[in-house]
């Protein structure tokens, strides 16, 4: 009697147990933009551990630069924090100072555009000047707009 085919194996763990498994060690950093009550901007800088899930660092600067952002770094992690691998977008407060501190520290840098190949998470088709005229789309009653280009 012929022997049933061969299963193929299975690999030794699946994809999502794989990318769980790289979490440990990956810390990921953003600026987000806080308007004030007398109309100035803060910068928020987040340091968020992506293997724990939990914020490590956050600070508040009216004027951040590249030597503020790589101390905040290095405030985050202290002593007893491993990273391996840094995500963060391609910010320019992100300079060659801050390039420097994050490749004494050891750490890997991914830039989150790369895995959208230079996109947008949400990709919306190019508007070109032979669309039509810029024209100004209110949001939140008038406070920002978003900018398309219509037919005229």
């Known amino acids: 009697m012929p022997r049933p085919p061969a299963r193929p194996r299975r ?9 769980r ?4 060690g990956t810390i990921a950093i953003d600026f987000l933009t806080v308007p004030t009550a007398t109309f100035g901007v803060l910068y928020v800088f987040f340091v ?3 293997g724990r899930r939990r914020v490590l660092h956050v600070n508040v600067t009216a004027h951040p630069y590249a030597a503020w952002a790589a101390q905040q770094i290095i405030e985050a992690l202290g002593p007893d924090i491993s990273v391996r691998r840094l995500i963060r977008d391609r910010d320019g407060i992100f300079g060659s100072v801050f390039d420097a501190r ?8 991914c830039s989150s ?3 959208l190949q230079g996109d947008a998470p949400i990709t919306r088709a190019i508007e070109t000047a032979s669309t039509g005229r810029v024209v100004a789309l209110q949001r939140v009653g008038g406070l920002h707009h978003r900018y398309a280009r219509r037919a005229a």
């Open 21 to 24: 498994n790289q979490l440990v």
């Open 113 to 115: 555009l790369r895995a």
């Open 48 to 50: 968020l551990s992506l």
């Open 11 to 19: 690999p030794s763990q699946t994809w999502a147990k794989f990318v």
């Open 102 to 109: 994050i490749g004494k520290l050891g750490v890997h840098q």
